[in-house]
């Protein structure tokens, strides 16, 4: 497939998971290796289209910063096919033994102290009574530098006035663990690092 044809395919595509999108992504943007601005250009179009999916944030914002484009988006694209966050999370629901298991919530974007979830999430967590435990699953290239995460929060914030989404941003502190690559963590420890530099070219939207 043409680079343009697979930027195309990424901006235009709906509800498609974060498994399909990062790796098309990445593909993409290693043929403007050589085209610095093309580069920005296609960046700011696949943030501004796919607004709430922070792993494609996380993607643009490595190879921006990156010394060698292919080296950056390879490496990216290793790091998310081989997110140990399932082993994880498979081994803390183990070690409950007879324990009841919490509610599980992906995230789609994190910050320092809140997190992008969808729709059914939201309901999860409606659902559950104040004394249910509830578990966020922030994999690989979810947790974002708080200025990126401002920018994308203001961004899907309008789309969701416009959308009427269900999607929701959530307090970290509503969630009784977060469970990420290295293991589960207390949601104050869990965000502490972002997964990715700042990238101020993203701040910007497509000219």
Partial sequence: MHPIERLRYVARSQGVPADVLVPESAAALMAFRHDPAGMVAACRRIVDRQVDCGQLWWLCSRILCGLDVLEEARAAVEEFTSDPTPDRL??????????????????????????????????????????????????????????????????????????????????????????????ILPPERATRRADCPVAPELFHRPG
């Avoid at 578990?135 to 920018?151: C, S």
């Avoid at 994308?152 to 009784?176: H, I, M, Q, Y």
Wanted: aromatic content about 4%.
């Fill in 90 to 183: 498979a081994e803390a629901v183990d070690g409950l033994g007879d324990e009841p298991v919490p509610a599980i919530v992906e995230a789609r974007a994190c910050g320092a102290t809140s997190a992008v979830v969808d729709g059914r999430a939201v309901r999860r967590l409606e659902a559950a009574s104040p004394e249910d435990p509830v578990w966020l699953v922030a994999p690989v290239g979810t947790v974002l530098p708080e200025a990126t995460f401002e920018v994308l929060c203001s961004r899907w914030s309008d789309l969701r006035e416009e959308s009427a989404s269900p999607a929701g941003l959530v307090e970290l502190s509503a969630f009784s663990a977060v469970v990420r690559p290295k293991g």
